[in-house]
């Protein structure tokens, strides 16, 4: 944990606009616009323990400047344990303008069905959260028995 | 081993997007990619609930927080208190986040209502008062 004396003085703690989860953030490199792709907060799978193979993080943040170390958390809310954490640097060069943030994760390990929740911090600072769920697939039930178990 | 791609970190040009003159092709650089990737810190079953963080958020648009409020953390039962022992606050939810969001709304009330009674405070009050200035901007 960072003394709050260590924190740099000409980085004001930005406020946190958006954070969403999609399957894959596009970053266009000529008009430097984002696409999300496939926003989602549940994610099904028939078992565990699995991997969600890509997962696209979006923040947008005001009223911050200067430079950061980014970090971002995993955790399972049913008891906090930590999956996964990145740390990155960022440079916010102009005050006035947002900053937007996208990060592209692939191979996630789930262990359990439950609840998980992405941390973004900036310089440590918690600026907020994105929640999602993974849930069993529920397979439809057949409106006919399937072939062969007819009596 | 999880692993990421190189973060980006833009900000949204000021102007419009001129129409471009014909197709443009952008190349992705899927040459460069491998040197993108991250590795990532993965520790399947170790527990991290902090004991302490650093508060950057009310959850509340209508304050910013301008100082970091350091939260003492605390783990009862099937409940978490986030603590500001500064000014005696508490906050409680079933994680580190919720406890935080909650220990936010709080103090935004707290705010508002010291605001409106700013001039009949005593000494008590008034020291919180004044903590709340020094961290805890009011947006107009």
């Not at chain 1, 699995?50 to 170390?69: H, N, R």
């Not at chain 1, 740390?87 to 994760?105: D, H, K, Q, R």
């Amino acid at each position: 944990m960072t003394e709050l004396s260590s924190l740099p003085e000409n980085s004001p703690v930005p406020t946190l606009l958006a954070f969403l989860i999609c399957e894959s953030v596009i970053h266009d490199a000529e008009t430097q616009k984002k696409t999300l792709v496939g926003l989602f907060d549940n994610f099904l799978s028939s078992a565990v323990p699995c991997l969600i193979a890509g997962l696209g993080l979006y923040a947008k943040l005001v009223e911050g400047s200067g430079q950061y170390i980014f970090k971002i958390r995993l955790v399972n809310l049913k008891d906090e344990s930590q999956l996964l954490e990145l740390s990155t640097p960022g440079n916010w060069p102009v005050a006035e303008a947002p900053l937007e943030f996208g990060v592209n994760i692939r191979g996630i390990p789930v262990q359990a069905f439950g609840s998980y929740e992405f941390q973004l911090y900036a310089n440590d600072v918690y600026l907020g959260r994105a929640v999602f769920r993974v849930e069993k697939l529920q397979l439809p039930q057949l409106p006919f028995p399937p072939p062969g178990t007819e009596r | 081993m999880a692993s990421a791609t190189k973060p980006m970190f833009t900000q949204p040009p000021p102007d419009v997007v001129p129409a471009p003159a014909g197709v443009k092709f952008v190349p992705f650089g899927l040459g460069e990619q491998k040197s993108d990737v991250y590795t990532l810190i993965y520790e399947p079953h170790s527990t991290h609930r902090p004991e302490r963080i650093l508060l950057g958020t009310l959850g509340d648009l209508g304050f910013r927080v301008i100082k970091p409020i350091v939260v003492n953390l605390e783990p009862r039962d099937t409940t978490v208190v986030a603590s500001w022992l500064e000014i005696d606050e508490f906050g409680t939810g079933s994680s580190t986040s919720l406890a935080a969001e909650d220990l936010g709304r709080t103090v935004a009330e707290l705010y508002r209502s010291l605001h409106n009674d700013q001039d009949k405070l005593g000494p008590d009050l008034r020291r919180v008062w004044v903590t709340l200035q020094e961290h805890i901007l009011p947006r107009r």
